[in-house]
């Protein structure tokens, strides 16, 4: 069996205020619906694969997306500029680890100039 939907009359002056109040509810009723949909939660949005420079795991970016990202594999900062182009930044270290650094730098060049000085002074006491 099937519905017959009977369509509604004409709007004239007589009954336009009844098809105004009915399309204010309607207008609501969607407005209310879209707000609380699952569907737009559901969706997710579009997402760019990016291999990391450092380490080679892919990564998913938003689409669209410009600016820093940093690798949960390796903790590495790239940047990542439009059309997927990539620039490595290394991993930012705190103040402390360039110290650190800084520190074993300057006894490996102690150490060295030190074992050439002794190489040095072996060499001209033997070939006196």
Not at 27 to 34: H, L, N, P, R, Y
Not at 36 to 44: G, I, L, W
Not at 63 to 85: A, E, I, L
Request: proline share 5%; charged share 30%.
């Amino acid at each position: 069996m099937r519905d017959i939907m009977e369509a509604p009359p004409p709007v004239t002056e007589q009954n336009k205020d009844r098809y105004l109040e009915e399309l204010s509810k309607i207008t609501e009723a969607d407005d209310w619906i879209e707000r609380h949909s699952t569907q737009n939660q559901q969706e997710s949005p579009v997402k760019d694969i990016v291999d990391c420079p450092f380490c080679k795991r892919r990564l998913r970016i938003p689409h669209g997306y410009q600016g820093n990202v940093k690798c949960p594999q390796c903790d590495k900062y790239f940047t990542k500029k439009s059309r997927g182009r990539i620039t490595k930044k290394g991993k930012i270290s705190s103040l402390g680890e360039g110290v650190v650094h800084y520190l074993l730098l300057e006894a490996a060049v102690i150490l060295t100039v030190l074992g050439l000085m002794g190489i040095w002074f072996t060499f001209s006491i033997l070939f006196r």
